[in-house]
């Protein structure tokens, strides 16, 4: 471990030395990638020198205790070697994390899309609280929102909407809400007061680039219609709103956020881009599933994930077991306990089959 960090040291120092370069500086593709390089190297690096540090004064607090010390310098000197001891235990620890393999998509732009499954209106009227959830959550990150697209229901429910999420480290925290989402409460449709159960699926799609994903322009076919809003009422009498389909693939995507079809075109191609990534991506996860057989979660909409129970305020995460009596206050947002629970015990798992490696 020690010989792959200081690897790592020497190559953030040499990149430290290229980003002052003045042929580096007048390139901004090559200074974004070695700019983007170190910051990935950043806190790795850091840690590291934070290692060597407390390493060496661990080492000069031992040398010190054997010499001639009255009683009370061995039992301050004892008790900062102690001290010490932990801090080079959790910087170990630390850095056995931060030397796991990175998710590539991790610092992403991304697309929520977000279903209506069972239960009828009830289920369309949960994906709109499931759409203000994530709204609110990206704003409290400082990331940027904007609707893609979206499918109404008569009473304001979404069977379908599409929700883009710009912002630095967007999939690397919501990846893990890729499932089915069941909700438990007294639907608005219901006259008799019982406790209805619905369920909407939720897929989060990193954004790619045109290289990542070749969409070949004979495999497409491009329809034009009318926007229209709630209710099923246009928005507009010109036929702005874009529909995608891929033949190969049969995977159909739509965008009528823009009165401009052409903008309209642009975003539906992005979202057609991310959906087929995640399908390849898919198709390779489960050629390896055996190897992480652990894992939190598969990412796939069938999954039931997770129950917000409305009796109780409660919200249950199934894949760890956490259960949280905060219903309100994680609805109008507030993912952070959740997400950094997934987040590890996915490294705890991460960790687990690197050691049967």
Request: net charge negative; with cysteine.
């Amino acid at each position: 471990m020690f010989e792959r960090l200081s690897l790592m040291e020497n190559r953030y120092d040499q990149l430290s030395q290229f980003l002052c370069d003045p042929e580096v500086v007048s390139d901004p593709n090559l200074l974004r990638t070695y700019a983007k390089e170190q910051s990935d190297l950043q806190e790795t690096v850091e840690t590291f020198r934070s290692l060597k540090a407390v390493q060496d004064q661990l080492n000069d607090a031992k040398a010190m205790l054997q010499e001639k010390l009255d009683d009370d310098m061995k039992e301050f000197v004892r008790a900062e070697i102690e001290q010490l001891q932990s801090e080079v235990e959790a910087l170990q620890d630390r850095l056995q994390i931060l030397l796991l393999p990175k998710d590539p998509n991790d610092d992403k732009n991304v697309f929520v899309e977000i279903r209506a499954a069972a239960g009828g209106e009830e289920a369309a009227l949960f994906a709109g609280t499931l759409l203000r959830m994530y709204t609110r959550f990206a704003e409290d990150q400082g990331w940027k929102t904007q609707m893609i697209d979206a499918h109404y229901t008569d009473m304001g429910g979404f069977r379908e909407v599409t929700l883009s999420i710009q912002g630095q480290g967007a999939f690397s925290k919501l990846k893990y809400e890729s499932g089915t989402h069941r909700v438990q409460r007294v639907p608005v449709t219901e006259s008799g007061g019982r406790i209805h159960t619905s369920t909407a699926t939720v897929a989060v799609l990193p954004e790619v680039e045109e290289v990542e994903v070749d969409v070949q322009e004979k495999d497409i076919r491009i329809d034009t219609f009318c926007s229209t809003g709630p209710g099923g009422q246009s928005v507009n009498t010109t036929q702005s709103a874009v529909r995608i389909t891929h033949m190969p693939t049969g995977i159909v995507v739509s965008c009528q956020d823009e009165k401009s079809q052409l903008k309209n075109r642009e975003k539906a191609m992005k979202v057609l881009r991310a959906r087929l990534f995640e399908k390849f991506q898919r198709e390779q996860q489960e050629e390896q599933a055996a190897a992480r057989k652990n894992q939190v979660g598969t990412g796939d909409r069938s999954e039931r994930i997770r129950t917000y129970n409305f009796p109780q305020s409660r919200v249950t995460d199934h894949r760890i077991g956490m259960t949280l009596h905060k219903l309100e206050q994680v609805l109008a947002g507030d993912l952070n306990e959740i997400i950094h629970g997934l987040i590890v015990a996915d490294r705890a798992s991460m960790l687990e089959t690197a050691a049967e490696a």
